[in-house]
């Protein structure tokens, strides 16, 4: 039997289907939720409230971390307490793992819902052999009587499930309406407007359902951009794209269908359909862009990689393939560049670039990065190639940030700490866990100020192939050990590398220098793992005050739901699209230069 | 080889392919020439110049009918002249068949261009790496630079369709426009602004190629309604797609594919394709609006018979799969009513209603008649139930007015004369040719009052079922005679009394007698084959004076090429569908009088 937790305050539900630990429900539902000691009921840091639900008695470990009042006000531990009806969990900010940006960000800027998508219900005056006035034309007079909607229009698909909606509900229907557009029809009583909201990743694709009356998300989930088939790289999904143009019809169907079953499967949570999408916002690199979009992508795979367009597009939802009501648009943001796409201009909207005018910077790690600098009134972004290394390719036991991965690495008295996402043992690294432990490596001096391993510290020792590598988990039990080797350091280095030169060549452009920089912005869970203090003892990132240094979280995912429910975001961020000076930092006099020397550990270090 | 031959002033072109005689062509062409005799040479009624091409000498019958001066100044029989080239044909308008309305009434309202639709040519700046600025930009700057326009717009297929033709043509394009938006673009060269107008009639679509910057009709066909197959009738084609969706499908995608087949026909003598036109207009009755633009068909099968609506709609060109520039719309103008089409709006604007304020009738007969009434600014219109008669249905010789059919009867001093349609032996008999036979056999005595024919009389017979027959041709060589019989003469009176009932319901609902009506129009081809002394005879029309009746021709199709042309005919035409009062005859207390009274003949006939 399936159920429904829903996490507050930021009213994400999780649909599930049995008895399981509200810590597992807030990392599938991506509800942010801190876990420390990966769920082993140690840390006592992943502190919630059961406010709506009935869990079984605290365990011995909870009893251990919370006091009696506490365990009678309903506070747990996410990772001991397991729940297996509907139930309401309060997150509070102590135990949130990211700065919820639709959130707090939400008191500084107005992300009320604009509402120009609505849904009224209509009682519309049945035809008569007298009175053979059109479907349309009925309808139209029932919204001037009762709406004071001069002349609502009506596009083809919309026109059909009007006349289909009207004569299986005896004339009472409920008419979804943008401006004065009517965009559906329901029979019967109106449901709630909905909306859709998608961060197109490379990898992941992340909805979200949101109430486009409240602009409260009410459903999310994560699937995998099936795209990954045809190579897990934006290049070679372009270059698939590129052998064969069935091929390129084939990706943009395929993201298109996953993302109609995330849509079925979050409208599913309220008794509802995808048709009953009333908008829909996308976000992506403009690679996923274009792919999802149907565009031709022959130019973002040669250079100067240009895009299609640089301004948004509203498209039909059915034009993409995506299932929403008959009228239902599809919102793109503007893609800034060839490889700067929409999900860098929404997470710069998300992190309140351009509202106001401090020195900021802003970075997304990936395969390629986004990193944006504003100063005053400017705004420059950039891309630097920085290779998968960050997401655990090219690493010897790398993997993406998911159950298993090493996180977090302290090392101390010649003791080596690591922290596993879920818990349990390592499998292997993820991109905050690398940063890490390097950073922790050169501390302890297992590492040398030019990046060698020094032999004949404790740990190093020779791989079969006479390769240096330091073990961080000790293998055992048929389990592999996870250990970082020197061509690992090497790989992490030239990645940070291409980073650090983005940053310095946009600060060396705006003239900007550390001291003055008073916001750094992480996007992403990579983010929200990366302990400032390891990137900037690596000097991925220059050193600034580490309260400076702040993990947006989802920003792309919020600044999408922000364009979603209000369109006055969309100006916002259509404004903003077309202040970011993009620089292409391959042309800037001097790259070799910073790239080597952003590939250095720093002298101090 | 095929060869093209021009028609004038008309502008219709016909593709050939082998040698054919000039009024063959015009027959295919749909040009309008008249053809008393049937093209046997002996009436000399269809005089045309021969103005570019290369004919045969002229033959023995020309000889006989033209004078020196004439055939030195060009002047030929149509019917006898072949051509096996180019050439240009003028129609003098002694020879034209119908009142080109297209032309005639051009002279009065403004069906000049509008222009909103129209190609420039653009160099535009090829990107590099330090100028990423996206395909649409750099296309909007030189907009903006060379043609003045602040923002323009595209669409997603349009932008694919750019980014290809920027690249293909080394960034010299032709951009196609509508307003401010980007609806097409083309590598090199500017080709002609073109668009397609459509009449799809249950049976016939009549297509034809514009010119929309000048407004000249630059090529015309007629391909049959391949949904023919599914049902001759409107009513049988509503009942197939409401058997399942998926034959609904089926036949919107081939009369799709029929108007795509033509549109690459009629573009092909351009050396072009259908993705240049930059415009279609379609008009057609309301079943087959409904069942192109794949709306719900199932109220218009069942009383009341609603429309989905009384208004215009817009649609992309592939939306409903027509192959057009990426941003083309279809315009389909607004049906009136469940049993008034688009088609009877366009019939009445090229006819002139509404833009001057005489007394007026305007009838365009079909299985269902629709009728219209003006006086002063009311404008009424109805459709009745006139069955198939004229369109040969239930007639036993009956058939369309095509090839082999006779059209024309005259009987004096016991004589039956007959025009066959194409010369040679008739085959059957059309709408006009019944009604021709009718008047005169009422004139000849052959028919009483009552309608019954009179045993006796010369040529009346009895059939094998004792059905009283008269022959009109006799058979002979295998071929079998061509008569009238008693039940026939019974179906074409109730035809008559569905009409005329329309008519005396209109009159009186407006309070108009038959001597205020200042014009009675008829549309369509059935209208110019009519002569009004039959039509009057056996009362089908209302007495009035013989000049006042005159033959519109093809007006639905003159209408939808003034639409396509001119958003100023858009918005007349709009204004007129919103002025025309739509009259249910059923319900009219005293229909069944009405009716009765319509199918008499009258009393001094």
Redesign the interface.
């Known amino acids: 039997m399936s159920f429904t937790i829903d996490f507050q305050p930021s009213g994400i539900r999780l649909l599930c289907d049995g008895p399981l630990a509200i810590a597992e429900a807030a990392r599938r539902a991506g509800a942010g939720l801190r876990s420390v000691c990966g769920g082993k009921g140690v840390c006592g840091k992943c502190l919630v409230r059961i406010e709506r639900g009935d869990p079984l008695p605290p365990s011995a470990a909870e009893r251990h971390h919370l006091s009696a009042e506490q365990l009678a006000g309903g506070w747990r531990l996410a990772c001991r307490v397991m729940v297996s009806a509907n139930a309401s969990v309060y997150i509070p900010p102590v135990s949130a793992l990211e700065v919820q940006v639709a959130q707090t960000e939400g008191a500084e800027v107005s992300v009320a819902p604009t509402g120009e998508v609505r849904i009224v219900p209509l009682a519309v005056a049945p035809?008569?052999?007298?009175?053979?006035?059109?479907?349309?034309?009925r309808v139209r007079a029932a919204l001037r009587r009762e709406q004071g909607i001069g002349e609502a229009r009506?596009?083809?698909a919309t026109?059909?499930a009007?006349?289909?909606a009207l004569?299986s509900s005896g004339w009472r229907v409920a008419i979804a309406l943008r401006g004065d557009e009517i965009i559906g029809a329901y029979p019967g009583a109106a449901p709630p407007p909905l909306g859709l909201a998608v961060d197109v990743g490379t990898t992941k694709l992340a909805c979200y359902l949101v109430d486009l009356q409240s602009g409260q998300t009410l459903a999310a989930t994560g699937v995998m951009n099936p795209q990954i088939a045809y190579g897990e790289d934006v290049m070679s999904r372009l270059e698939a794209a590129l052998v064969e143009p069935a091929k390129a019809t084939r990706l943009q169907q395929e993201v298109a269908q996953a993302i109609n079953g995330a849509a079925a499967e979050l409208t599913a949570t309220l008794g509802l359909m995808p048709e009953h999408l009333l908008d829909i916002c996308l976000v992506g690199n403009t690679a996923m862009h274009h792919l999802l979009?149907?565009?031709?992508v022959?130019?973002l795979a040669v250079?100067?990689?240009?895009?299609?367009?640089?301004?948004s597009?509203s498209?039909g939802a059915g034009?993409l393939g995506l299932r929403a009501a008959p009228g239902a648009q599809a919102y793109l943001p503007p893609?800034i560049?060839?490889f700067v796409g929409s999900d860098h201009l929404a997470f710069l909207l998300a992190a309140g670039f351009g509202r106001s005018e401090p020195v900021r910077l802003g970075i997304d790690i990936g395969t390629n990065t986004e990193i944006a600098l504003q100063t005053g009134a400017r705004i420059v972004s950039c891309s630097t190639a920085s290779g998968p290394a960050f997401e655990g390719a090219h690493i010897r036991h790398g993997m993406r940030a998911a159950p298993g991965a090493i996180e977090r690495v302290a090392i101390a008295g010649g003791e080596v700490r690591c922290d596993v996402i879920g818990g349990g043992s390592a499998a292997g690294i993820c991109g905050s866990g690398v940063i890490a432990a390097l950073a922790e490596m050169r501390s302890a001096g297992i590492i040398n100020a030019r990046g060698r391993m020094v032999a004949g510290m404790p740990g190093v020792m020779r791989e079969d192939d006479d390769m240096p590598a330091f073990t961080l988990a000790p293998g055992g039990e048929g389990r592999r050990a996870v250990c970082i080797t020197q061509h690992d350091i090497d790989q992490v280095l030239l990645a940070k590398g291409a980073i650090r030169a983005g940053i310095d060549i946009l600060m060396d452009h705006l003239g900007v220098e550390p001291a003055r920089i008073e916001e750094v912005v992480i996007a992403g869970a990579f983010g929200s793992y990366l302990d400032p203090r390891h990137a900037m003892g690596i000097g991925l990132l220059p050193s600034v005050p580490l309260e400076r240094v702040w993990a947006a979280g989802n920003a792309a995912s919020a600044g999408a739901r922000m364009m979603l429910a209000s369109s006055a975001c969309r100006r916002e961020a259509e404004a903003l699209a077309g202040r970011i000076e993009?620089l292409?930092v391959?042309?800037v006099p001097g790259f070799n230069r910073y790239f080597s020397q952003g590939a250095r550990l720093p002298a101090g270090s």
Chains 1, 2 share one sequence.
Not at 127 to 137: I, Y
Not at 293 to 296: E, I, M, R, S, T
């Open positions: 035809p008569t052999l007298a009175d053979q006035v059109a479907d349309l034309e009506a596009g083809l026109l059909g009007l006349r289909t004569r979009a149907g565009l031709p022959q130019p250079s100067p990689f240009v895009a299609a367009l640089n301004s597009l498209v034009q893609p560049a060839g993009y292409e391959t042309v």
